[in-house]
């Protein structure tokens, strides 16, 4: 008998988007994921949890990662096996001591780390809103695609308990609070290949804000991406209520306030414009950040890059001095996740308060804010 090795489990289901077996991408572009971000504070910005999970099909891989900041340390754990060919663990969102409950769809997940090398998780998300279904994203360079994906943001709490060398934290949902999103679709993972033929024209830079927010009566969730001329390509900004009703918050306008001498952000205004015309003013602060390009796996990490096949069973823990000028040094020059608070103003929420995530990168240049070239800082 002929053994059909893509066929699996999931192939019982009537979930199919293609004439191929649910665990063979559509797509065969290497660079296929789908995968899973999710973050986690006590709203004091002493401690910040940054965690993902993925699934890359057409590399054979999957991996998880763990970020945790507390000071001047940043402390990440890593996960990495092989993917199963027929996809029989894709609804076991699980590698090694690492995985991923779906306990109620798009409402409550389980995220569990048994103890690692000194750290272990068990916490529960809640989410408060309804999920988002942002726009489409994508980038172009010459006539390549380098990233095509769609995903979904949603607000939240957590519960449960964090370990931390010994250190044992209670985690309750009237105080912890957190982000998440899942996106899949076409991004660089893996190992570096050939360059080929320069791009013409080179890249740049790009400039990229993105803002989930939560607050207690409704979640906002901003994208923003613009090229170095300030064109952009990329504009998301929508409130979302309990009932699922969902608002377009028009053309933000935005103002990033750096620290002097750095490319890294202290705080945001976001003015907005509510269907009936009203002026929504958001001022976010950070409270803390964690680089997602120091052993995150983001945007040309040396560590950990989302994809590569490090053997089977790969597991270990890599601590960070922030204080140290050879990490402190590249922070500036990728994407950064901030612990973000948040207050209202306008449109009958003045003074109101919020909490999520602060997310920004400045790439190069970006005429708007006066960043001439890769390694121009703010004043």
């Given at each position: 008998?002929?053994?059909?090795?893509?066929?699996?489990?999931?192939?019982?289901?009537?979930?199919?988007?293609?004439?191929?077996?649910?665990?063979?991408?559509?797509?065969?572009?290497?660079?296929?994921?789908?995968?899973?971000?999710?973050?986690?504070?006590?709203?004091?910005?002493?401690?910040?949890?940054?965690?993902?999970?993925?699934?890359?099909?057409?590399?054979?891989?999957?991996?998880?990662?763990?970020?945790?900041?507390?000071?001047?340390v940043q402390t990440a754990l890593h996960f990495g096996d092989a993917l199963d060919?027929?996809?029989?663990?894709?609804?076991?969102?699980?590698?090694?001591?690492?995985?991923?409950?779906?306990?109620?769809?798009?409402?409550?997940?389980?995220?569990?780390?048994?103890?690692?090398?000194?750290?272990?998780?068990?916490?529960?998300?809640?989410?408060?809103?309804?999920?988002?279904?942002?726009?489409?994203?994508?980038?172009?360079?010459?006539?390549?695609?380098?990233?095509?994906?769609?995903?979904?943001?949603?607000?939240?709490?957590?519960?449960g308990t964090v370990l931390i060398d010994g250190e044992e934290l209670e985690v309750t949902p009237d105080v912890w609070v957190g982000t998440?999103?899942?996106?899949?679709?076409?991004?660089?993972?893996?190992?570096?290949?050939?360059?080929?033929?320069?791009?013409?024209?080179?890249?740049?830079?790009?400039?990229?804000?993105?803002?989930?927010?939560?607050?207690?009566?409704?979640?906002?969730?901003?994208?923003?991406?613009?090229?170095?001329?300030?064109?952009?390509?990329?504009?998301?900004?929508?409130?979302?209520?309990?009932?699922?009703?969902?608002?377009?918050?028009?053309?933000?306008?935005?103002?990033?306030?750096?620290?002097?001498?750095?490319?890294?952000?202290?705080?945001?205004?976001?003015?907005?414009?509510?269907?009936?015309?009203?002026?929504?003013?958001?001022?976010?602060?950070?409270?803390?950040?964690?680089?997602?390009?120091?052993?995150?796996?983001?945007?040309?990490?040396?560590?950990?890059?989302?994809?590569?096949?490090?053997?089977?069973?790969?597991?270990?823990?890599?601590?960070?001095?922030?204080?140290?000028?050879?990490?402190?040094?590249?922070?500036?020059?990728?994407?950064?996740?901030?612990?973000?608070?948040?207050?209202?103003?306008?449109?009958?929420?003045?003074?109101?308060?919020?909490?999520?995530?602060?997310?920004?990168?400045?790439?190069?240049?970006?005429?708007?804010?006066?960043?001439?070239?890769?390694?121009?800082?703010?004043?």
């Amino acid at each position: 008998m002929r053994e059909y090795a893509g066929i699996g489990p999931l192939d019982e289901y009537p979930i199919h988007q293609s004439p191929r077996p649910v665990a063979w991408p559509e797509s065969s572009d290497r660079n296929f994921y789908d995968r899973c971000y999710l973050n986690a504070h006590d709203r004091t910005g002493d401690l910040f949890l940054i965690t993902g999970y993925g699934v890359y099909p057409n590399l054979g891989t999957k991996d998880a990662y763990l970020l945790v900041r507390r000071g001047d340390v940043q402390t990440a754990l890593h996960f990495g096996d092989a993917l199963d060919p027929r996809g029989a663990d894709r609804m076991e969102q699980q590698v090694g001591n690492y995985s991923i409950e779906v306990l109620e769809p798009l409402r409550r997940l389980r995220l569990v780390v048994e103890e690692t090398e000194g750290i272990a998780v068990d916490l529960t998300w809640e989410g408060s809103f309804p999920p988002v279904q942002e726009q489409r994203h994508v980038m172009r360079q010459g006539s390549g695609t380098t990233l095509d994906a769609q995903r979904f943001a949603q607000v939240g709490t957590w519960a449960g308990t964090v370990l931390i060398d010994g250190e044992e934290l209670e985690v309750t949902p009237d105080v912890w609070v957190g982000t998440r999103d899942r996106s899949w679709g076409i991004r660089p993972v893996g190992e570096a290949v050939p360059a080929g033929k320069p791009h013409d024209p080179p890249f740049d830079g790009m400039w990229w804000l993105y803002l989930p927010l939560r607050f207690d009566d409704f979640a906002v969730v901003i994208i923003i991406q613009e090229t170095p001329e300030g064109y952009r390509t990329l504009n998301d900004c929508t409130r979302v209520w309990p009932d699922g009703r969902v608002e377009q918050l028009g053309w933000p306008r935005v103002q990033i306030t750096y620290a002097p001498g750095t490319r890294e952000p202290t705080g945001a205004t976001v003015t907005c414009s509510t269907p009936a015309g009203e002026t929504l003013v958001i001022e976010v602060t950070s409270e803390l950040g964690v680089a997602l390009h120091i052993g995150g796996g983001y945007g040309g990490d040396p560590d950990w890059n989302h994809g590569v096949w490090r053997g089977a069973g790969f597991t270990e823990r890599v601590d960070y001095d922030l204080s140290d000028p050879a990490v402190n040094g590249r922070t500036m020059f990728g994407v950064i996740d901030h612990v973000g608070r948040a207050v209202l103003h306008g449109a009958g929420a003045d003074g109101m308060q919020g909490w999520g995530l602060f997310e920004h990168a400045a790439l190069g240049r970006h005429d708007p804010t006066g960043f001439t070239d890769w390694f121009d800082l703010a004043p």
